[in-house]
């Protein structure tokens, strides 16, 4: 409900130190990241949320009788759900600092390693400690990073040849 109110003051906070090839940028990439958020957590919510919460409640079957509350259960959608989805804003984050010049793909493709072990310690840091959960987040998080960095190439390759034919 706050979204917009906060997406406002943050635009009001962030406007002033951008120039105008950048603040221009920014209003390109709008529809984008909503689309981007919406999909992750529709992703969290048909796809990952069922495969950990299939997991945990495997692992009690036979030892306990499991009971979940409807609390407890939207607060485990909410804690699988959201990172992820806030998580598929990677593209467009590099689709943007590629058009404006922070970073290269030549930089993603060569650093790629590191990324893909920072998304790793990510998923394990936002799944429970379970193998299934860690995949079942790590893959679409590389999956992810890939798309990224071909939007970074296509971006990249639009700029060179706009300067050049200027």
Known sequence: VTLPFTTYQI??????????????????YIPATFVCFVLGLAFGYYF????????????GEGHFNTQITAQNYLS?????????????????????LTSIGMITPVFLT????????ILLVLAVI??????ISDLAMTAPLILLYEVSVTLSKLIYKRKQRKYKDN
């Open 126 to 131: 936002l799944t429970p400690a379970d193998f």
């Open 76 to 96: 485990f959608l909410l804690h699988t759900t959201v990172p992820l989805a806030v998580l598929f804003e990677l593209p467009v984050v590099v689709s943007f």
């Open 110 to 117: 060569h650093y790629r390693r590191y990324a893909y072990f």
């Open 48 to 59: 990952v949320s069922p495969a950990i919460l299939e997991v945990l409640l495997k692992l």
């Open 11 to 28: 635009w009001q906070f962030v406007k002033p130190g951008l120039r105008d090839n950048e603040a221009r940028a920014i209003f390109a």
